[in-house]
């Protein structure tokens, strides 16, 4: 596995980050910071070493100290619990919160109608 490989699945789990989770940024370390909490901590933790490794890639003396079989299972964790959440779907949230709104203030213009005597 070599440095390439490394920092395109760094990329895949940023990726999916953004279309899963809706968390904005450039690259993997930037989504972690931003979104991080929104992962549970077994997945944050695998995530973060991802990072890690793949800034490591880069140079080519501290390629040597990466482990990639902790990287391949660090990677299949994020990939597995990604792949399971729906798409993000900004719309349907602006949605449900528009009828919240509405169903919120359709209760209390009853209540008053009903309060005032004219229901």
Do not use: F
């Not at 990072?51 to 140079?59: E, L, R």
């Amino acid at each position: 596995m070599g440095a390439v490989t490394i920092t395109q699945m760094a990329g895949r789990v940023a990726a999916l980050m953004e279309e899963r989770l809706g968390i904005p940024g450039e690259g993997l370390e930037a989504k972690l910071q931003r979104g991080g909490r929104r992962l549970t901590p077994k997945v944050r933790e695998a995530a973060q070493a991802l990072a890690m490794a793949a800034q490591k890639a880069q140079n080519p003396k501290l390629l040597l100290q990466v482990d990639e079989g902790q990287v391949a299972q660090d990677y299949d964790t994020c990939v597995r619990h990604l792949t399971r959440l729906p798409p993000h779907r900004a719309t349907l949230s602006v949605a449900a919160s528009v009828t919240i709104s509405l169903l919120a203030v359709a209760t209390g213009v009853v209540a008053y109608l009903a309060w005032r005597g004219y229901l």
